[in-house]
């Protein structure tokens, strides 16, 4: 299956929040989208969801239009919340049938994964009775509860404590591993980087960069490298007369150096080995997730 | 179907175990059963019964003969009265204020008579009591005297006058009582359980339960889902209220002698099967109404204000049948015209069917207005449930709320 959302642009009164997004998942991998708050991200996930009728563009499954309520979506709003008033088997039995499932089946399905989240002692309690991080594991149960193929979760992780974080993160793990479309938004950078294969980072209602992760971040390492020295010699001094580099950073490993993005590493060595320094090692430099989303977030109009 | 069956069901058994709902249930049968009941348990001997102390003092001409049996025969046991006679003395108001009589009766003539009490009470019938036999008394001496025999002057005492009511359309003076009784329960009842979907809606909207609930399920399976499983649940109870009323009616019904309970469990069958009828539609009208101004609520808190103008409007209904009611003039034009409009249609048509003049085409055109009314309704409030979901924060202006209905009938 493939999810693909096209050029899809949207408007609160005057103002523009999607300005042409675009992106496409495949069965058995996981999207992340990021972005700070306010990007977007939430506004198209609901227009994913059909919340939202987006002003152009659409969102097509398999390249039909999305029918949310005939494709099998599984759904974690961002505004998290349930019966309060209500047991906990109550509601996951009731939300099961309200997707299709027979009662039995609903809560047949209920029960492993209350098992499956260590959440069976509260099979019986009042979800107002739960605490936050337990109301979320709830939660997360009404969003698998029919196995859906496509699992869409905004901000799973917040409020979660790690124990729980690394929970979710297995689970997430399994379904994707199980074939199932997955897209989430967080800002857990770590979370996003273990598995997610392709990031989309919004900015301001557009797509600052998306793809897979380790493309981004080889695009992103061509530009920035350590040298690691035995003597620094004069080394900065002809680095800053040449026109190789564009920065400069004394690091506690060495030297960060940022190249032109008309150089290459090959001209860097050339200035280095004219100098009087002794290199022990020069090293490209993988920017982390974090780095990569605040490069690209932070240029803000 | 299997969506709004589910919605359904759910929303029924919710409101059927709901405490608050099972507690008025409960309380309403008791206070039934103990009001119902009452006259059984109240038939008690005479002799237990506190009696008045009345005393009377002829200080008059008249002959003592004259007056005790009329006054004995007027302040009789079975009235609820002990008539005691005593001689003239100077102190009767100490009498009084040692609270040895309840009250002293003094015939100082004829036609005059000294009435001496601690306190008048609002009914006090002490006094026309004595006034009424004084005034017979003078009125049989003074024809006595004008050379009447006993006879005659019983005969002219004892003319009445025959009455022959012959009803052409309906008896207001015995359906006043139940349309009365049937108005009440519908207001109170559509009130409660309007209020009750309000607050689901809007519960579920805070509780922000809403957003899974709508990627889940239609919008229109949710919104008659909700309507119909609350409003079988009210129908529920009310039936059971209706039903145990019915019930200690019967146990009871040899012991009551109070003519509007009397009235108001004498409905005749057809009344009673127009007011299931209208109930239903009406609470319909009323449920979605409730319902739309329910999903405009981003809090519980905000309910209050949003529902205000269909509680206006539906107070409004209330009191058009009331007053209608009352001064009689539900045959009149006025009345005629609201009674076709949806939400007048039910109050307003079962008073007319009730107490008034009604042709079946008039019910009938009622009626489908109302189902018309109910659909449009229904799904003009699903619209505005699915477009008031993701409307949290400001209470909607009227202008928002029109842009809703608009922009979602594109």
């Known amino acids: 299956m493939k999810l693909e959302v096209k050029n899809i642009t949207k408007s609160f009164g005057d103002k523009e929040v999607l300005k042409g997004v675009s992106f496409h998942v495949e069965s058995g991998a996981a999207l992340g989208l990021l972005g700070r708050n306010g990007a977007g991200k939430t506004t198209t996930i609901r227009i994913i969801m059909g919340l939202f009728e987006p002003n152009s563009g659409e969102v097509l499954l398999d390249g039909k239009p999305l029918d949310i309520r005939e494709a099998n979506v599984g759904y974690m709003p961002e505004e998290r919340g349930l019966y309060p008033k209500k047991t906990v088997i109550e509601q996951l039995a009731y939300f099961g049938e309200l997707r299709g499932m027979t009662k039995q089946d609903a809560i047949k399905s209920a029960d492993a994964l209350l098992e499956r989240l260590d959440m069976t002692e509260y099979r019986g309690a009042k979800l107002s009775t739960l605490s936050k991080g337990n109301q979320q594991k709830i939660q997360l149960v009404v969003t698998l509860i029919n196995d859906p193929d496509i699992v869409i979760l905004d901000e799973p992780f917040s409020g979660l404590d790690p124990v729980n974080a690394m929970l979710l993160k297995d689970i997430v793990k399994e379904q994707i591993e199980k074939g199932k479309i997955v897209i989430f938004s967080s800002h857990q950078m770590n979370y996003i980087e273990e598995f997610c294969n392709e990031i989309v980072i919004l900015n301001s209602g557009v797509i600052a960069v998306s793809g897979a992760i380790k493309d981004i971040k080889k695009s992103m390492s061509q530009s920035k490298v350590l040298l690691s020295l035995l003597d620094k010699g004069n080394l900065s001094e002809k680095l800053n007369e040449s026109t190789v580099i564009s920065s400069l950073e004394d690091d506690e490993e060495g030297l960060v150096v940022t190249l032109k993005p008309e150089s290459s590493v090959d001209d860097l060595i050339k200035v280095v080995t004219n100098s009087t320094a002794k290199v022990n090692e020069i090293k490209a430099l993988e920017p982390s997730l974090a780095e990569i989303f605040v490069d690209y977030t932070e240029v803000d109009s | ?410």
């Open chain 2, 1 to 410: 179907m299997k969506q709004f069956l589910t919605v359904f069901k759910f929303e029924l058994l919710g409101q059927l175990k709901n405490k608050i709902a099972i507690v008025i249930t409960a309380v309403i049968v008791i206070g039934l059963a103990l009001v119902l009941s009452y006259p059984r348990f109240n038939i008690e001997p005479l002799e237990d019964k506190h009696l008045k102390e009345v005393a009377l003092v002829n200080s008059s001409s008249m002959s003592d003969e004259v007056l005790k049996p009329a006054f004995e025969n007027a302040f009789s046991k079975e009235a609820g009265y002990n008539l005691t006679f005593l001689v003239p003395e100077d102190e009767l108001k100490t009498l009084v204020l040692n609270d040895e009589y309840d009250a002293i009766i003094e015939i100082i003539g004829p036609t005059s008579i000294n009435y001496v009490v601690k306190t008048v009470g609002l009914y006090d019938y002490e006094t026309s009591i004595a006034s009424e036999t004084l005034k017979s008394l003078y009125q049989y001496n003074t024809l006595a005297e004008m050379g009447l025999s006993e006879e005659e002057v019983n005969q002219f005492f004892s003319s009445n006058i025959d009455v022959n009511t012959i009803v052409t359309g309906k008896d207001q003076t015995t359906s006043f009582w139940y349309t009365y009784v049937i108005v009440m329960i519908l207001y109170f009842v559509l009130l409660i359980y309007g209020q009750f979907v309000a607050t689901s809606v809007a519960g579920e909207k805070s509780s922000r339960a809403m957003e899974v609930l709508i990627t889940s399920a239609k919008p229109m399976n949710l919104m008659f889902g909700k309507v119909l499983g609350s409003g079988c649940a009210g129908l529920i109870e009310l039936l059971i209220i209706l039903g145990s009323a019915i019930g200690f009616y019967k146990l009871n019904e040899d012991v009551i002698t109070n003519d509007i309970v009397s009235s108001v469990f004498g409905i005749p069958t057809y009344v009673a099967l127009m007011t299931i009828l209208f109930f239903i539609l009406g609470y319909f009208i009323f449920a979605f109404m409730y319902g739309a101004a329910g999903s405009l609520a981003s809090r519980t808190e905000d309910i209050s204000a949003l529902v205000m103008p269909v509680m206006v409007l539906f107070m409004i209904t209330f009191f058009v049948a009331i007053i209608g009611m009352n001064n009689g003039s539900v045959d009149e034009l006025y009345f005629k015209v609201l009674s076709f409009l949806p939400t007048f249609s039910s109050m307003l048509m079962l008073v007319r069917i009730c107490m008034g003049e009604v042709a079946t085409w008039e019910i009938i055109l009622s009626v489908v207005i109302q189902l018309i009314s109910i659909l449009g309704l229904g799904v003009l409030c699903s619209r505005i449930y699915r477009a008031g979901i993701l409307m949290y924060g400001n209470t909607p202006k009227p202008k928002d709320i029109w842009r809703i209905i608009t922009s979602e009938a594109k």
